[in-house]
């Protein structure tokens, strides 16, 4: 993949807003690309039945009005700290891409933020989206990674720098593994420590670390092979424990590599990252 120019980030006040306009805008600012920012908000009458026992319309009304009044009041605030934050960080505000150059812009939407997400990314080279909370995978996150076609940087709601030196790759010889890995092509050529970890229940699967470790000397990228253990009930927590063991700062895996239903049924190593990992996550389906 070429280096990524459109970026694309929601934001919501969800909480850990300004750290997390710092990690995206440090992300390009490394790229020297264009941040998207997007801040969606759904008419209150979405959410609010129009027929509730003992309500009269005119409450009813009231109370969507108070709603829109609030969401616009976050919007302000958000929008004022995302220049705040542009300025601060040496990021030019430009609805136009800038050669060689990072630059940002903010568009206000309306309209549910994960299909939103999902169109939009379709025309965008990467998405950034925030860890959930609590561990929790929001709409928005599996809606990016499901259904926008693009590759999705997952970052931890406080991380405000982006600068990855070591970086692991989870290969398990899947599809989604070398979409991933190709999407990870220019980090993985600007980073100075590549590792492929592969699984012992995996690294029989073919095409095998060997042959991504040829692939990627093709690119000019050594890379090291190391094998991960069985050490708990969980693959994505041994591949978790290694990553962290080797001081990784970025971890590249397919997503959902498994049917959908069995990872819902059963976990897997995309869910149990997304809800622990402390270090970003690269993802492609």
Known sequence: MNTPKILLMPLSS??????RLQGALAVAKYFGAQLQVLHASAHPSRFVPHE??????QFMQEL???????????AEQ????????????????????????ACACWHEVEGLRSELVARRGRVADLLIIPQGRSGAISATLEAA????????????????????????????????????????????????DVRILTHETTS?????????????QSHGIDAKTQRVEHRHRSDGADLLEAAQGEDCDLIVMGAYSHHRLQQQAFGGVTRHLLQHSPIPLLLSH
Request: with cysteine; glycine share 10%.
């Open 52 to 57: 509730i026992a003992g309500l009269s319309r």
């Open 204 to 216: 029989d699967r073919v095409p095998g670390s060997e042959a991504l470790q040829a692939y990627l």
């Open 78 to 101: 958000l929008r004022e700290l995302f220049k705040q934050l542009a300025d601060q960080g040496g990021v030019t505000i430009s609805e136009e891409c800038l050669p060689d150059s």
């Open 14 to 19: 969800s909480g850990e807003a300004s750290e």
């Open 145 to 192: 990674i499901l259904q926008s076609g693009s590759p999705v940087l997952v970052m931890p709601r406080t991380q405000t720098g982006f600068d990855p030196q070591r970086i692991a790759i989870a290969w398990n010889g899947s599809p989604e593994a070398s979409r991933a890995v190709r999407s990870a092509l220019p980090l993985l050529r600007g980073c100075g």
């Open 64 to 74: 969507e009005r108070i709603a829109d009044t609030q969401s616009r009041q976050d």
